[in-house]
C-alpha cells in the first residue's frame, strides 16, 4: 500500500491555464516521465464504486469474463467463478468448458468441502449438449458455495463467496496483463486467478485449497499426457500426423511451496477419474502422484493451510498456455505480382517505405501467433509470468485505477470498459511478426467475417488511443498489402498478411474511413516522417475512390458503392457522402502541412458540402437519392452477380422496374446517415457537414429509430439483437413514409455498435440526456440476465463495431490529445469531470474543475505545451 506522500510523488500534477491557447511553461515542454515499471498503488479505488454495478442471484447466469492477452487466446470467468469459452487453440470455442475446478476442503466440518464457485445458473440444467443424458462426467454436480456476488473494475474481475455451513468468505480475483502502450505485455498468453480464503470464524482451521483440471487438450488420435512444472502441472497434447497444429500445452501452478501435485488421476472407466478427484478433496487429504507417460485423464494440486480466526490464505493460480501452429489462413493470392512503385502510392509491404513496427518477418503459409516468436515453448512462458507478475500487476492496476477514477455516467463507463474484452477474445489475432489482424466477431467455433475488415472496425475508437502502434500495423496493412497499383482497396486482408486478389468491390465507407484514421494515426503518433510516406497510398487510395464513385466529380458518392450493410447503395446519399467529405477533409489537412497542391480536393470537398447539404437534407435529416440510370456502373442486374446475395430473381426483375434497385433506403431516416461526420470528429478533423445539420439529422434519428419497447416492431432478419419489451435503436426507420419492398438489408435490426456511434455524436452535439437514453437502453439488455455483458454480439460473439464505445470519452469530454502540436483539448458537455487519457506514450487523468484542466500523468509521459478549451474544429 502507498501512503499518501509517496502517491503524491508518483502522481506529478501540471496545472493547465483555462485560457483557451494558454502556453504551459517551456519548462513543461519536455513532457512527464514516469518510469514504466511503475510503482506500488494501492489495490482499491473509492471512485470505481459508482462506475460499476455488482451482480447477484440470476444476474450472474450469463456472465463470462474474458482473461488472456490480445491476439494470444482466452478463458472467461463466469459469474459463479467457473471457467469456460475455453479458447486458446487460436480459434474460439464458445462452448468449451473444462472440467477445472478449484475446491476447499476443511477438516472437521460437516459438508466442509465445496467447489469454489457460486450456484450453477439454470440454463445449464437442461437445454445444452448433452444435458438429455444428464450432463456426464461435468463438474456442476459438485456441492459449492451458497451465494456469489460478481463485481469486475477491467481487465480485473472479482468474485465473492459465501456459504452459510462454512466460517470462510472466499473471493476469486481473475485477470491478465492490460497496459495502455504496452501492447506486448498485454499480447501475452496467460492469466491468473488469486484465491483469498479468510476465517471468519473463531476456530483456527485446517484446510487443503485445490486446483483440478482434466487434460482438456486431448485430441482423437493424438497424444496427450501431464507433465510436471514446479509447484504444478503441464496439460499437454502432441497432436496427430495429420492436424501437428493440434499440438498444444497448458500450465496450471502456483507460487506455494507446500504445494503437492497428482500428476495423475485415477484412470478407470465411467465416471472414475472425478470421483476419485473428489474423494481425495472430501476427505481433506493430499495426494502426491508422479506423471505417467500418457493417459493421464487429468490433474490436481494441493496447498494446505491453517487459518487462523480473521486470518485470510492467498493462492495464486497462474495460468499459462502455448499453441504455435495453426491451419488458419483466410483470402486469395492474386494472379499475377504487382510491380509497385511507393512514390506512385504502390507499396507491397511496409518493409518497402521503412514502416515496419516490429523486427520480425513472416512468410509462412499459416497463421502463428505472435508470442510464438517471443517464446519457445510454454515454460518459457511461465517463466516469464513468474519473473514479470509483481511489475505487470503494478502497471496493469495503475491503468485499471487510472481508468476507473473517471467521473462520466456509470451506463458510460459500463458500456466503455465491459467492451474493452473484445480486445481479449478470438476476435482479435497478432500474427508473428506482430500485426494486427482481427475478425469481426466470433462465431461459436471459428472467426466470423475474417479480415480487419475496415467498414466494421472504423466504428473501433479503441485501439488507436490504448495501442496505437498496433492500430498504425492496421494502416500499414490497408494500404500496403491490400491496395494495388489503381488504388483499390480491399476490405478484408488476407491471413497471413499478404497481397491479395482484388476480384470484389472496395467497401466505400471503409475505404474513405481509413483516410480519415491515417489524420488521426498522425495525430496521435505525432511522427511526421510516417505520414510523409504514407502519403502518396493515401493520395492513390482517394484518387481511385474520386474515380469510381465520383468520375463527375460532384463531390458526392453517386455511383453504386459497397458498404458496412454487405450491399451496394445506388446513387448519392448522406452516410458515405459524408465520409467521402471527411476524407477529403483529411487529405486536404495532410496535404497543407506537406506542402502538396490540394486545390482539386479542396473544390470537391466545397462542392460536395453543398450537394450534401441542400440536396440531400430534407429539413430534418440525410436520405438517399436512388439513382441507378446515367451512371457509369451497369444495369444493376449485371452489377449484382458479384454482389453479397443480390442477384435479381425473375421478381426481383419486376420490383428494379417499380422501385429501382434492392437494398437502398432512399427517404429513410438512417442511424449511420451522418456517420462520417462522427469518425471525423474522433479523428480530430473539423466537421466536414454544417454542424446544425448534423444535429438535425442525430434528433431525428432519436426521435423516430430509437424504441423503448419492441414488442410491435417486426423484424424478418435477425432479431435476437434486441426483440420484445426491450428497448434500442433501429438502424433505419421510414417516417415520412417511402419504404422499399425490400430495403438494405440489417435494417430492422439492432446494434450496439450503431447506438453507440449515435449516443456519443448525440453527446458531442450537447444533447447528452437523448445519447444516455440509448446506451441505458443498450446496456439494460445486457444485464447478465438474458446475455453476457462483457460480450456486445451482432454477427458473433465480443462484435468489433461494439467498440465505438471508447468514442463516448470523447464526446462528453472533448478530451482529445495531438501528439504533433502538443496540445490538449478540452471540450466538456457534462460540467466538472474526470476522464481518463491514453496516448502513444503514457496514460492518466484530465481533471476539469470550474474552467481548469489538471493533467495527472500516471504511466510513461506525455508532452503538453498548450491547452485548448472548447470546440476546437
Known sequence: MQNKASRRKFIKDIGLSSIATGLIPASLSAGINKEKQGDDVTEKNPSSQSNNKNYSGDYLSRIAFPVGGMGAGMFCIEGSGAVSNMSVRNRPDVFNEPAFFPALSIKGIANGAKILEGPVPDWKKFGQHGSANGSGSATTGLPRFHKAEFKSQFPFATIQLTDKELPVHAELTAWSPFIPTDENNSSMPLGVITYKITNIGTSTLDAVFSYNAANFLKVENGKNSIRSFENGFILSEEGTKEKPFLKSDFAIFTDDDKTVVDHCWFRGGWFDPVTM????????????????????????????FTLAPAKTKTVNIYMCWYVPDTDQTFGTAPKEKEDCDPAAGCCTSPSQLGLDLYDKDFDGPFYKPWYSSQFKNVEEVCAYWKKEYDHLHRNT??????????????????????????LKSPTVLRQYDGRLWSFEGCSDDRGCCHGSCTHVWNYAQAIPHLFPKLERSLRHTEFCEDQNKEGHQNFRARLPIKPDDHSFYAAADGQLGGIMKVYREWRISGDVSWVTKMFPMVQRSLDFCIETWDPKEKGVIEEPHHNTYDIEFWGPEGM????????????????????KDVNRYEQLLSKGKNYLENQLFDGEYFFQEIKYTGLKAGNPVEASKISMGGQYSEEARKLLEKEGPKYQYGKGCLSDGILGAWIAAMCGLKAPVDTSKIKSHLLAVHKYNFKKDLSDHANPQRPSYALGNEGGLLLCTWPKGGK???????????????????????????????????????????????????????????????????????????????????????????????????????FGNVIYTKGKATLKVVYGTIPVTKIVMGNAV
Not at 481425495?280 to 493421464?296: C, F, H, Q, W, Y
Not at 492496476?397 to 473484445?422: G, H, K, Q
Not at 458515405?576 to 506542402?595: E, H, K, P, R
Open 576 to 595: 458515405c457522402t459524408s465520409f467521402y467529405l471527411g476524407a477529403l477533409t483529411a487529405f486536404i489537412a495532410m496535404g497543407n502541412f506537406l506542402g
Open 397 to 422: 492496476r495503475l491503468f485499471s485505477d487510472a481508468f476507473y477514477a473517471s467521473t462520466l455516467p456509470p451506463e458510460v463507463m459500463e458500456a466503455i470498459a465491459y467492451n474493452l474484452s473484445i
Open 277 to 304: 478427484a473428489w474423494n481425495t478433496i472430501k476427505n481433506t487429504e493430499l495426494k502426491s502422484v508422479a506423471p505417467v507417460d500418457e493417459g493421464a485423464p487429468g490433474a490436481s494440486l494441493y496447498v494446505p
Open 740 to 842: 422499399l419492398s425490400l430495403p438494405f438489408v440489417y435494417s430492422n435490426e439492432v446494434w450496439t455498435g450503431i447506438e453507440h456511434q449515435v449516443a456519443s455524436h448525440l453527446m458531442m452535439m450537447g444533447n447528452v440526456n437523448e445519447g444516455l437514453e440509448i446506451v441505458n437502453a443498450s446496456r439494460k439488455r445486457y444485464d447478465g440476465k438474458v446475455r453476457n455483458p462483457f460480450d456486445e454480439y451482432e454477427c458473433g460473439h465480443w462484435y468489433a463495431r461494439a467498440l465505438s464505445s471508447y468514442g463516448y470519452m470523447q464526446a462528453l469530454t472533448g478530451v482529445r490529445y495531438d501528439a504533433v502540436d502538443q496540445t490538449l483539448y478540452v471540450d466538456s458537455k457534462i460540467g466538472d469531470f474526470t476522464s481518463f487519457l491514453s496516448t502513444e506514450t503514457g
